[in-house]
């Protein structure tokens, strides 16, 4: 543990160097700051009412877990669900999300930290969401003999549980009362660490984008635009997918293509780079922002955040950024509008379950070659038969893979 305490100080140290030029990292020590007061004052305000802490790294395991959350204030509504955030990219976003009554960050994992957070919280269970390993929590989560869960796990070989050092990594995962896991396939890995408390129940979030799709209503905005138009819609693209995207897009020199962008950073400086980069290739463009939709012209910049999910209705085409960064983005949000996907993964696709799936049914294309992007999206768009078989296999796709949340408070006890 020494170790271990030592890297999540100097992990600190970075951050707090980081607020000097990185808004995030501003936001992440501010958002701490007498974090004991703030927490004890709020969790005052709940009176001597149940509490079930639930904790989310960021933006994205926040959509994961809230039909969990949802499930539980439906099932239990004398429970107040306490929401902690590791990352200001979720916390920016739900910091006034209605579902939870107290929503905060996690502070830094230290073993005073631990203790003290959980003395003021003292939830009667606890949820973390696929990841986050937090072990100074876990052992004090233990210690105080509160049931805890992890839910829609996934293990990859690559993950330190498997690795000779990862022995206190592996000690942890004795700290949850269960692992309701993905796939045979992590299930497979924990047993040859000798792991037995774990469920193969699925993943909550595909649970998430089936609702989200249930209760579409049409965006006015986003009618006018794409009305008339073949659309790819370019989701959490970083400035290396938008130049695949508009080299594409000039190839195909196409007067029935719209191409929308909904960046991954939506700050200033961000979007003027990719207003610059369109400008220098000639393409005209507008900005969601202006508030008025100009289907005249070809590029359209959506610079605001929390459309995504429900523009991809509006695609034909969708791609999905960050492969030539830290990893692609959420694949299920487009497909589950049954639309292709189209992302340039590398070798790196492979630790994304539903990439992998999406790939082998033929409904998604990892881009190997960015040349070869124009000729994927032509075959796409000039052959109706296999976008025909394309929403017909991701309907049966998402009818078998949706329902993990019930199966999950079916088995939760506490």
Same mark, same amino acid.
């Given at each position: 543990? #020494? ?22 990292? /501003? ?59 590791? $990352?200001? $990219? ?19 994992? @230290? /073993? ?57 990594? /592996? ?29 193969? $129940? ?97 590029? =359209? ?30 694949? #299920?949000?487009?497909?589950?509008? =049954? ?7 590398? $070798? ?24 070869? @992007? ?41």
């Amino acid at each position: 543990m #020494l170790i271990y305490n030592l890297v999540v100080r100097l992990y600190a140290l970075m951050i707090h160097l980081g607020t000097l030029n990185k808004t995030k990292a /501003r936001q992440w020590v501010q958002g701490r700051k007498n974090w004991r007061k703030k927490l004890s004052k709020d969790i005052a305000a709940l009176s001597l009412s149940k509490k079930v802490w639930v904790h989310c790294a960021s933006y994205g395991e926040f959509e994961q877990g809230r039909p969990l959350m949802e499930a539980i204030r439906a099932k239990h509504p004398e429970y107040k669900i306490v929401l902690t955030f590791f $990352s200001p $990219s979720g916390y920016e976003a739900f910091k006034s999300w209605p579902g939870a009554d107290v929503i905060c960050y996690l502070p830094l994992d @230290t /073993r005073p930290n631990a203790r003290d957070f959980l003395d003021i919280v003292k939830p009667q269970a606890v949820v973390f969401i696929k990841y986050e390993f937090w072990l100074n929590y876990l052992f004090q989560l233990r210690k105080n003999n509160i049931p805890t869960f992890l839910v829609s796990a996934v293990f990859k070989s690559h993950h330190p549980f498997f690795k000779w050092y990862g022995s206190l990594f /592996r000690k942890s995962l004795s700290t949850f009362t269960e692992l309701f896991i993905q796939d045979k396939e992590s299930g497979k890995l924990l047993e040859t660490i000798a792991v037995k408390n774990y469920q193969v $129940s699925g993943d909550t979030r595909f649970d998430r984008v089936v609702e989200i799709k249930e209760n579409f209503k049409p965006i006015d905005y986003f009618e006018k635009y794409c009305t008339g138009s073949k659309v790819i819609i370019a989701g959490s693209s970083w400035p290396k997918d938008e130049e695949l995207l508009i080299n594409a897009f000039i190839e195909l020199n196409d007067s029935r293509l719209k191409l929308v962008f909904a960046p991954h950073h939506v700050e200033d400086k961000d979007i003027r780079q990719l207003e610059n980069l369109l400008t220098k290739k000639q393409l005209p463009y507008s900005l969601y922002s202006d508030g008025k939709p100009d289907p005249s012209k070809p590029v =359209l910049i959506v610079n605001a955040m929390g459309l995504l999910n429900k523009i991809y209705h509006y695609a034909n085409i969708t791609y999905i950024g960050g492969g030539f960064n830290s990893g692609i983005h959420n694949c #299920l949000e487009p497909a589950v509008y =049954l639309k292709p996907v189209l992302f340039y993964g590398g $070798s790196d696709y492979h630790k994304y379950n539903e990439a992998v799936e999406l790939i082998e049914m033929g409904v998604a294309i990892n881009i190997v070659n960015p040349e070869e @992007t124009p000729i994927f999206i032509r075959a796409l768009l000039n052959d109706e038969a296999r976008l025909s078989q394309i929403r017909e296999k991701l309907e049966e796709y998402f009818q078998k893979k949706s329902g993990t949340t019930q199966k999950v408070m079916a088995m939760i006890k506490w």
